[in-house]
């Protein structure tokens, strides 16, 4: 079993940044991080696979960067230039492979974090 621990998170004005870490009890190939806000879906933020690809959803391209550490079980997001519409639940998963078509899709992964909140104010 793999315990995925997620912290980083809080309140924050918007065109602020923050710093997510997500650290892995085991070391699992593929990670990413996805949000969710209350009755919505959750969705894909990014993601580290097996080789080192990293997709990013289109809303956060060029304000987040995703990375891993060497060992393979911390995954950060840095998150620069934050928007209110980025006020999100975000989660931390893993598995040990996805496919590239399903890194961004939340069926891709069998373990999860319990997730930490990001507030992102006017």
């Known amino acids: 079993q793999v315990r995925l621990v997620e912290s980083g998170g809080g309140s924050v004005q918007a065109g602020g940044s923050l710093r997510l870490s997500c650290v892995a009890s085991g070391a699992k190939s593929t990670m990413a991080w996805f949000r969710q806000l209350s009755g919505k879906e959750r969705e894909g933020v990014a993601a580290?696979?097996?080789?080192?690809?990293?997709p990013y959803a289109d809303s956060v391209k060029d304000r987040f960067t995703v990375s891993k550490d060497n060992l393979g079980g911390t995954l950060y997001l840095q998150m620069n230039s934050l928007k209110p519409e980025d006020t999100a639940m975000y989660y931390c998963?893993?598995?040990?492979?996805?496919?590239?078509?399903?890194?961004?899709?939340?069926?891709?992964?069998?373990?999860w974090g319990q997730g930490i909140q990001v507030t992102v104010s006017t």
């Open positions: 580290f696979d097996y080789v080192g690809r990293t």
């Open positions: 998963a893993a598995d040990d492979y996805v496919p590239f078509s399903r890194l961004l899709s939340p069926g891709g992964y069998s373990y």
